[in-house]
């Protein structure tokens, strides 16, 4: 079945205490994208990819590290967590770079730091 | 910077009748518009997207019209059925920002019975 699975879907942390959330397509996409959702700011991007080893920011990268060393897989790193990344995260994967495609989401990830 | 309005927040209509979500950006050079469709609990889901060299397109109950001179884009919904009731989000993407999207801030739509 094609589909972007993410893990783990819960997470309950510490402030400072290093996680990573792993995202995988089997599409063969070559684009990928970190979302994080948070009531009344809707979804904003944090990091995107285009191809292997090609990442950038996007409108809210501070805090967060990304890395795409294979085409299916980009994990999002959180150094040294806070409670303002507090949120629901999503990772999303289309065909190609190009504008014209539809993004898949993954299940979400729901992460609370305390 | 770039940025994408939505309104409104939330959207209460009865059933049958039609909802209306509406969206501006600010890019002028923004090309590509989808909308996608979150239930609760679930992730987000595309259902319909428009190119800047359409103004309107249509799938069944539901479609989007462009206005590139205003810069704004909408989202119809007729005959509305309990299954409608879901968080919209419109979106936009420019050729300016290589391949970064900008959301808006989502719409609430509730079907009443």
């Known amino acids: 079945e094609a589909q972007v699975t993410q893990n783990p879907r819960y997470l309950i942390t510490v402030t400072g205490k290093k996680l990573t959330v792993t995202c995988s397509q089997n599409m063969n996409h070559e684009y990928m994208s970190w979302y994080r959702q948070d009531p009344g700011l809707g979804l904003r991007q944090i990091y995107y990819?285009?191809?292997?080893?090609?990442?950038d920011k996007g409108d809210v990268p501070e805090g967060y590290k990304v890395s795409r060393k294979e085409k299916r897989n980009f994990p999002l790193i959180l150094e040294s967590p806070s409670p303002n990344q507090t949120s629901l995260y999503f990772c999303a994967s289309s065909l190609y770079s190009g504008s014209y495609n539809e993004q898949f989401f993954g299940p979400g990830t729901r992460l609370t730091v305390l | 910077g770039e940025n994408v309005e939505q309104h409104p927040s939330t959207l209460s209509v009865q059933e049958g009748d039609s909802a209306v979500i509406k969206c501006t950006y600010s890019?002028?050079?923004?090309?590509?518009f989808p909308w996608y469709k979150q239930e609760l609990g679930k992730r987000p889901q595309l259902i319909i997207d428009i190119r800047s060299n359409v103004g309107e397109k249509k799938d069944q109950r539901i479609a989007v019209t462009l206005n590139k001179t205003a810069k704004h884009f909408s989202l119809h919904i007729t005959e509305t059925q309990p299954e409608d009731s879901a968080v919209y989000f419109c979106a936009a993407k420019s050729m300016n920002r290589d391949d970064k999207i900008i959301f808006g801030k989502g719409t609430r739509l509730h079907i009443l019975p």
């Open positions: 890019d002028s050079a923004s090309n590509y």
């Open positions: 990819s285009m191809n292997v080893e090609v990442t």
